[in-house]
């Protein structure tokens, strides 16, 4: 081959590599798209409301007689009514902002929308069958949901909005997510509203709420995990006391919340989460986003004084106190004895009662329960007389006890050093926790009853008053019984 | 046109000359019997060397030289004879001679006329498709590229015309054949499979292929069952000239430009070639696959003098792919063959999430040394470095919480695959009893699939922007390579008819494996740990979500290795050797090899699962090292009854040492080693009838391959062992039998009848161990721990395949043909895990992860749980392995050629399937939900089952042209 044509060999090697490198397809290197959030454009005509108002659409759908000149409160407990926007109007728009996060795996397919960042007044819940949210819709934006078509009502005892199916709502398609849900590029720092335990109602559900001088309690704190111990089925619930009220309620995270598994803390603190209801719906909880939310971190508990001297193996033969109750009369409040029986609050008392069958009574007993009463609060107390410890050794103690559906309701044995012995004086006076007797829980069977074990005093000095105290949980509804007998405290 | 008519006459003048020979020949007064000749290129009148001349019916062979003079030495059989003539890349030619005792035949001025037919491109355009897809499970490979050089009837078909469908010749995979480059075998120590890619793009310098069929003798290397196939890339063997291309398709890449020069033996002892090729598309059949590839190839040699001589080769073919995926048959009933879910707009441009790259150049030098005329030695040192990667989006970034002196890890989300199982109608049509609500649900969602169903890339953006952290990144899986081979092969004439073959060969590699972040997507790091795994502090191990113990709670950025780190040490030494007899009447060959194989894993991260404590399997620093030892004999006869009529017998017995892949149980994890592995024992016998006239060429085989002890391994998401598995199976037993035909009969000078048919039946002869192994356990077995595959098919593609053709070739240089294809008995690969004693087992009786937390070793058996009215007729019933429906697939192919000045132009085409036709070339069961309840659960659901089979779907009409020009 001549060089010519070597020549023209190189040149058409140059060209079709020049052709090559021209012929360019995408390579790896992709600009990041615009992923700032614009605000949305509505079409001309679209009506916006809040949160209060599709309330309101709710209650009047609730309301039989439908008399809008007497608007009824939205109820609650009415899970069989829903309210659906039509579709031939013009779009309807909700304004709201987001207040939960599935980010720690503790909310599933929903959004918590309250109706302003700060001082809420009303919050719904969304349902939707996306997964996850939270890179979407981050806590604290502000949202609009298109409700032409949706359906309001309540489910599991809140709020709800979702896709209608029956008379319930169920979640909405997430092939219509984008149809229905459109950010708004505000986003706000959400201020948790302080509540106190005794403030909960059912229309503060679904708001972004904050609870202060809180801790977990001493039995569960820094030993049980939030919800990855063996008994954790779909939720863990642990108990969240109050230190400046004598009250309590139950904060449950998912078994599938990314910090299941992690040890409550042990501290004092403040906890901010949204405030709902249980899975029945029968009881206030509080479920946090991710563990930011709980801030426990001062070491100053605000424990009860303790008395655990533990169990005795026997009681003395020295009486020095008994009651079986047979000498009551029925019906009535428990008196005489040396008992003190007040009600702190509320319209119940401690009774004497007999009852046979499967519930039965032993005897006489004593029994207290606030179910149905409609007391904002039910707290009783039954102390007995004054014991010398002092004067005389190995006092034990020991009594029975049953229950009838306590649910919310605690009953607790509690010991004075003290209290003046009169009525007026038992609420200033120091009341611990005798903590080594059992009392029966809201799980045992409900028929039977069970012995508090011989329960050692010998380690507490001086003279003490020994109180059975009853506390509703505030909502008499969720209340029970609770049943007492055998009482006796015995000496060597 | 006046030139191509001058050609035409030259060759019809073919004959004269002969006859003027044979008379000059019968003139002479020689003592010795002589054939000698020359072969010049029909058009230009260049001498062709290393041109096969053979005496049809003989095993006498020799070859020309660079002039293009061929001369035989060995002893002759007299009387009437057909030479054949042969060259890659041209027409072979038959010419009829006549042999006389002590007279020299000299056939000077043969010619060979290029062959314009271009065929092989075809074959690497399949070979490109199916290996880049490959999803490394075996299912995908094609032995076509190994077959390209063949000239046998049957093997062309498969190659050509069968390779569209996943169809293995004798049922054999891609790791069952050897490449060879220059003598150096290619085939990857990872999966003993040649990595096309690593030399695609360079057609016009491949032509030099020398294939042998099965383990018949073969000058390099033992071979294996599918085949060897040596690639000559030494720049001496190129014949002078270059071409320019332009090829347009719409199969996997949509144009190619290739172009390249070789020099020919220049003065100076000097010759080179040099090539390059670029192939690219914005995507091929499938929506999405975009295909950016870049090849480079140079080769120098220099004749140093009579015996020595040094050639240098550089390979570097540049090779990135979008990726597409099998679906099931939902999905394709929604979306159609085409859909690819793997992709998804990005600032108005596709961008496919799971992309391959592959970057691994070949440098190599052999020398060759003629010690004398019948005894040559080439030595070859080999060096191949780059790496390989394929990405995907890693959707589980997290995020640090300490609480209370605990760390905590919130975030992560779903698979974003537009295919997951939630996202599908058949999610909302669970069971049999829907409402209004779920048949909503299922028609939105469907909506949804239909008008979009593909990836979000800004959803990945926005959740990183907002969330201040990568929730959502790009993933690298990669492989970085460093192998030396140092080979010498000796080729003796011990006696005329006596050869002799050897080999000894060294291979070393370091295989660094570690996952990569290629892309943030706007996030500002990843955070290194797993976050798939909450129950840390109940196992009592604080550690375990780490990727690296060591650098707990390491944010990784762009570019930065994560999650796994390590390497695979491989050394490999064997040798080879073989004697080749050729007698009148018979022909046959001994061969025996030896090998020894080690491996050795060797982690650079301290996996929080598997940490370095005592009685506990580690996961940094090293494995145990395995080895192998391993070993083969083989032999062969080729019996001529007549010079038309032969026969053709093979047997070999070899074992093979397992790949790296099926040796390590999980290696991004641990340095376990799979239990009970063994090398693979293979026993093969074949025979062949061959009958030969310059009319008809068949063949007829009959085969039967026998292998035990052999290995495999799978990855899965799995219920059954809470979270992403990789099945270990080994112990497997197969069987492959069956009858292969090729039959050409050239009915005219022009047109050329073709049939070619395979009838085989792969099977499983013995049910395999199987175990399991993830982050949380180290194996876990079910039941007695073997998988009840017994008699079911190896999926191995068509087991029958049968085709009708013609060519017709026009002495005006232009052709036409067509293939008429029908495949049948193609079966799905079945799940191992379906057939295990899981499946009898019923999940919801027992909980695995409290079975795994109470267990020490980390060795879980599963057994005892089985379901209360087990009903072996469903249970058959559900087993049943799938087979898919027979197809029929026709191709066209066609070109022409002239001759322009001192330039060939041509053009080829070939338009495939033409009617069409859809149809399933593969496919496997999902190993998801796959016990005994679960499965009639999926097969009473009302909108089908959610983890149906998956399968891969062939193309439709699809159309390949090239254009050329050659000088």
Not at chain 2, 81 to 102: A, D, S
Not at chain 2, 231 to 255: E, F, T, W
Not at chain 2, 380 to 407: K, M, P
Request: glycine letters at 8%; proline letters at 3%.
């Amino acid at each position: 081959m001549n060089k010519l044509t070597f020549r023209s060999a190189v040149f058409a090697i140059l060209c079709s590599i020049l052709i090559g490198v021209s012929s360019c397809v995408q390579d790896d290197e992709f600009d990041a798209p615009n992923s700032e959030i614009a605000d949305p454009v509505f079409e001309e005509g679209t009506i916006f409301t809040n949160i209060t108002a599709v309330a309101g659409l709710l209650s009047q759908e609730q309301d039989d007689d439908d008399n809008i000149f007497d608007p009824q409160p939205l109820d609650y407990s009415n899970e069989n009514t829903v309210f659906t926007y039509g579709f031939n109007e013009n779009d309807i728009f909700l304004e709201a902002y987001v207040i939960s996060s599935d980010e720690g795996g503790n909310f599933f397919e929903e959004i918590i929308l309250q109706d302003d960042f700060e001082n809420p007044s009303i919050g719904i819940k969304l349902l939707i069958d996306v997964n996850p949210l939270f890179v979407r819709y981050d806590v604290g934006r502000k949202i609009f949901v298109k409700l032409n078509g949706l359906s309001v009502g309540i489910t599991n005892g809140v709020l709800t909005l979702g896709q209608g199916a029956g008379n319930e709502v169920d979640k909405i398609s997430p092939a219509d997510e984008f149809e229905v849900i459109r950010r708004s590029s505000e986003k706000e720092d959400i201020v948790p509203l302080p509540l106190q335990i005794s403030e909960f109602t059912e229309n503060k559900t679904n708001l972004f709420v904050q609870l202060q001088d809180v801790q977990f309690n001493r039995n569960q704190a820094g030993q049980l995990s939030y919800a990855a111990d063996a008994a954790d089925q779909f939720d863990g619930e642990r108990i969240l006391e109050s230190c400046s009220e004598s009250s309590s309620l139950i904060l449950s995270t998912s078994t599938f919340a990314d910090f299941s598994s992690a040890i409550l803390a042990s501290g004092r603190g403040t906890v901010n989460g949204t405030l709902t209801r249980n899975f029945e719906g029968e009881q206030f909880i509080i479920a946090v986003n991710t563990l930011e939310n709980v801030q426990l971190d001062s070491p100053d508990r605000c424990d009860p004084i303790e008395l655990s001297c533990g169990l005795a193996a026997s009681a003395g033969s020295n009486n020095l106190f008994s009651d079986d109750f047979e000498t009551q009369s029925t019906g009535s409040l428990i008196s005489g004895n040396g008992w003190t029986n007040y009600i702190e609050a509320g319209t119940e008392g401690w009774e004497a009662y007999t009852q046979f069958g499967t519930n039965a009574s032993q005897g006489i007993s004593a029994r207290v329960g606030s179910f149905q009463s409609n007391d904002a609060s039910s707290i009783a107390w039954l102390i007995t007389p004054q014991i010398d410890l002092d004067a005389n050794s190995g006092v034990t103690f020991q009594f029975e006890t049953s229950n009838s559906f306590s649910d919310g309701s605690t009953l607790e044995v509690l010991f004075s050093k003290d209290w003046d012995g009169t009525v007026a004086g038992i609420a200033s006076a120091t009341w611990g926790v005798v903590s080594d007797a059992y009392v029966t829980e809201d799980d045992d069977f409900f028929g039977a009853w069970f012995e508090s074990g011989i329960v050692d005093l010998s380690c507490e000095t001086g003279q003490i008053y020994l109180a059975f105290k009853y506390v509703g949980s505030g909502d008499s509804d969720s209340d029970g019984t609770y049943e007492l007998d055998f009482v006796s405290i015995d000496a060597q | 046109m006046l030139k191509d008519k001058l050609s035409a006459n030259f060759m019809k003048k073919d004959y004269f000359i002969f006859l003027i020979s044979m008379l000059l020949t019968i003139s002479a007064l020689a003592q010795e019997t002589i054939v000698k000749g020359s072969v010049l290129d029909g058009t230009t009148g260049e001498p062709i060397p290393d041109v096969t001349i053979t005496i049809e019916g003989t095993e006498i062979v020799t070859k020309t030289d660079a002039k293009g003079e061929f001369q035989f030495d060995a002893i002759l059989p007299l009387g009437e004879q057909v030479l054949k003539v042969e060259q890659i890349g041209f027409e072979t030619k038959r010419y009829p001679i006549v042999i006389n005792e002590g007279k020299t035949v000299d056939i000077t001025g043969m010619t060979l006329n290029f062959d314009s037919s271009d065929k092989k491109d075809l074959f690497i355009i399949s070979i490109s498709d199916d290996n880049l897809n490959s999803e490394d499970d075996g299912l995908t490979d094609n032995v076509s590229g190994l077959l390209q050089a063949s000239r046998d009837v049957f093997l062309n078909a498969a190659a050509f015309d069968f390779s569209a469908t996943f169809f293995r010749p004798r049922g054999l995979d891609n790791a069952n054949g050897r490449v060879l480059i220059n003598g150096v075998e290619m085939n990857k120590q990872f999966n003993g499979r040649p990595q096309w890619a690593n030399w695609g793009g360079l057609n016009d310098v491949q032509r030099n292929q020398e294939f042998t069929m099965g383990t018949a003798a073969n000058d390099y290397t033992f071979g294996d069952l599918a085949g060897t196939n040596n690639i000559m890339m030494r720049a001496s063997k190129y014949r002078r000239g270059g071409r320019v291309s332009y090829a347009s398709a719409n199969r996997s890449y949509q144009g190619r430009v290739m172009a390249s020069y070789s020099s020919g033996l220049l003065e100076g002892g000097w010759s080179y070639s040099v090539l390059g090729s670029r192939r690219f598309g914005e995507e091929g059949y499938i929506e999405g696959t975009l295909y950016d590839a870049n090849s480079f190839f140079v080769a120098v040699e220099k004749k140093i003098n009579e015996k020595h001589s040094l050639n240098f080769t550089g390979i570097y073919a540049f090779n990135r792919r979008g990726r597409s995926t099998p679906i099931t048959e939902e999905v394709f009933n929604l979306k159609g063959r085409q859909y690819n879910p793997l992709w998804g707009i990005q600032n108005g441009e596709q961008r496919n999430a799971r992309m391959r790259e592959i970057d691994e150049p070949i440098l190599m030098l052999n020398h060759y040394w003629d010690i004398s005329s019948k005894l040559k030695l080439n030595t070859n040192i080999a060096y191949q470095f780059g790496e390989i990667f394929n990405t995907r989006i890693d959707f589980n970034g997290t995020r640090l919480i300490e609480s209370d002196g605990q760390d905590t890890f919130v975030g992560g989300a779903r698979n974003p695959s537009p295919v997951y199982w939630q996202n599908l109608p058949s999610f909302y049509l669970q069971g049999q009893n829907q409402s209004t609500y779920d048949f909503q649900q299922a028609f939105a969602s469907q909506q949804k699939f239909v008008n979009d169903g593909q990836l979000d890339w800004n959803k990945f953006y926005t959740a990183n922007q907002i969330n201040g952290y990568s929730v959502y990144a790009l993933q690298g899986d990669v492989t970085r390579d460093q192998q030396l081979t140092v080979n010498s092969i000796l080729d003796a004439e011990l006696a005329d008819n006596i050869r002799l073959n050897a080999n000894i060969s060294y291979r070393r590699l370091n295989s660094e494996n570690f996952a990569r972040i290629e892309d943030l997507f706007g996030g500002s790091g990843f955070l290194d740990v797993d976050a798939f795994f909450q129950d840390t502090r109940q196992s009592g191990n604080i550690n375990a979500a780490q990727s690296n113990i060591r650098t707990p709670n390491r944010i990784a950025g762009e570019g930065d290795k994560y999650r796994y780190h390590y390497d695979i040490n491989s050394d490999v030494i064997s040798s080879f050797a073989q004697a080749q007899f050729k007698y009148n009447k018979n022909d046959y060959y001994v061969g025996a090899n030896a090998s020894r194989t080690t491996y050795q894993r060797d982690g650079f991260f301290e996996n929080g699962y598997f940490p370095n404590e005592p009685g506990i399997i580690g996961s940094f620093g090293e494995s145990e090292q395995i080895d192998f030892t391993n070993f083969g004999v083989k032999g062969g006869l080729t019996y001529k009854i007549t010079g038309k009529h032969l026969i053709d017998v093979n047997g070999s017995y070899f074992t093979k040492a397992p790949g790296i892949r099926t040796s390590f149980a999980n290696p991004r994890q641990n340095n376990l080693i799979v239990r009970d592995l063994e090398s693979e024992v293979i026993q093969s016998v074949d025979a062949s009838y061959i009958f030969r006239s310059p009319i008809v060429k068949a063949r007829l085989t009959g085969y039967y391959s026998n292998f035990t002890d052999g290995s495999s391994v799978n990855f899965f998401f799995s219920e059954a062992g809470a979270g992403l598995l990789q099945e270990n199976m080994t112990n497997i037993s197969r069987q492959n039998i069956g009858a292969e035909f090729g039959l050409e009969a050239q009915v005219t000078p022009t047109i050329k009848l073709k049939a070619a048919g395979s009838f085989g039946q792969f099977t499983f002869t013995n049910n395999p161990n199987v175990s399991y192994s993830t982050d949380e356990y180290y194996e876990l077995t079910f039941g007695d721990g073997t998988s009840a595959l017994e008699n079911l098919r190896v999926s191995s593609g068509p087991e029958r395949a049968l085709q009708l053709g013609f060519e017709y070739r026009d002495p005006d240089f232009w052709n036409f043909g067509v293939t008429t294809n029908f495949f049948s008995h193609a079966y799905v690969n079945p799940s191992a895990l379906r057939r295990s004693g899981f499946f009898p087992q019923d999940p919801d009786s027992y909980d695995l992860d409290q079975i795994i937390r109470n267990d020490d070793d980390r060795f879980i058996n599963i057994s005892g749980f089985g379901v209360a009215d087990y009903d072996e007729n469903v249970a058959r019933e559900i087993l049943q392995q799938e087979r898919f429906e027979d197809y029929m697939l026709v191709n066209v192919i066609g070109g022409k050629s002239w001759k322009i000045d001192d330039y060939f132009v041509g053009f080829f085409a070939t338009i495939n399937n033409v009617f069409n036709q859809e149809y399933r070339t593969g496919g496997f069961e999902q190993s998801r939900r796959t016990d005994y309840l679960s499965q009639i659960e999926e097969g009473n659901n009302t909108g089908g089952p959610i983890f149906g089979n998956r399968y891969f779907y062939g193309f439709g009409t699809t159309y390949y042209l090239n254009v050329y020009v050659r000088f």
